[in-house]
């Protein structure tokens, strides 16, 4: 069955540090791989997307992506975390020409002074 | 332009009322989404519409009924509201096929007593 896993809940990085949250997906066909952001009480923005092509893709507010097929995994990076990137993120997989999404159950990140 | 509007953003329901969450977009989206989301769950799919008159079921669609009889509205349908469908709805839009990162709404918060 096809499924994401976000397998930590609750990340806590000192403000300046380097970032990685981890997604790792299970889907038979090539993937359209997504990381969304959601601060508290709001919808949810896009960060980035891979469909094709280069497997280390940008996204907006400095975040990198990096898809490995071999792992199955699509894990989202950031050299250096602002306070203001406390937030909660999650990975999601598109599973039909439909375009439904499965989305992992999420990594909160706090980030600490 | 507005993107995906949902109302109401907060709503009160006793148990067995009925009540219709309302969504709209105004970008001429094809394909729109209804999500739940629960706390450590992620979000998961109500139901989705890939066109006027054209509505499928997602993967927790009891209890909930939609329509889709314009491009821009898809609203969704609570009858008998029960506690277990106390959450956060989200509303979602993408043109149509292809690698596509979802325009949300901002949510409506949704508390059955």
């Known amino acids: 069955a096809q499924s994401v896993t976000q397998p930590d809940i609750h990340i806590t990085v000192s403000e300046g540090a380097s970032l990685e949250l981890r997604c790792n997906y299970s889907y038979g066909a090539t993937p359209y791989l997504f990381w969304y952001v959601q601060s508290p009480g709001q919808g949810l923005q896009l960060?980035?997307?891979?469909?094709?092509?280069?497997?280390?893709?940008?996204?907006?507010?400095?975040?990198?992506?990096?898809?490995?097929?071999?792992?199955?995994?699509?894990?989202?990076?950031?050299?250096?975390?602002?306070?203001?990137?406390?937030?909660?993120?999650?990975?999601?997989?598109?599973?039909?020409?439909?375009?439904?999404?499965?989305?992992?159950?999420?990594?909160?990140?706090?980030v600490k002074p | 332009n507005a993107g995906v509007t949902q109302t109401p953003k907060f709503r009160i329901l006793k148990i067995g009322q009925s009540m219709t969450l309302q969504c709209t977009q105004d970008m001429n989206h094809n394909y729109m989404y209804w999500y739940r989301q629960d706390p450590g769950m992620g979000l998961k799919l109500i139901y989705y519409s890939v066109g006027a008159g054209i509505t499928d079921k997602g993967e927790v669609p009891n209890g909930y009924n939609v329509s889709r009889s314009t491009t821009e509205d898809f609203p969704l349908r609570l009858e008998l509201a029960a506690p277990s469908q106390t959450s956060v709805y989200f509303c979602a839009s993408i043109p149509g096929e292809g690698p596509y990162g979802y325009t949300f709404g901002s949510g409506t918060r949704l508390t059955v007593v």
């Open chain 1, 47 to 110: 960060l980035l997307k891979y469909f094709s092509g280069d497997t280390l893709v940008q996204g907006i507010k400095g975040f990198e992506a990096e898809f490995k097929r071999s792992q199955s995994s699509f894990n989202l990076r950031k050299p250096s975390v602002h306070w203001s990137d406390a937030a909660e993120y999650f990975c999601a997989v598109v599973v039909s020409n439909t375009g439904k999404l499965i989305f992992g159950q999420g990594t909160t990140l706090q």
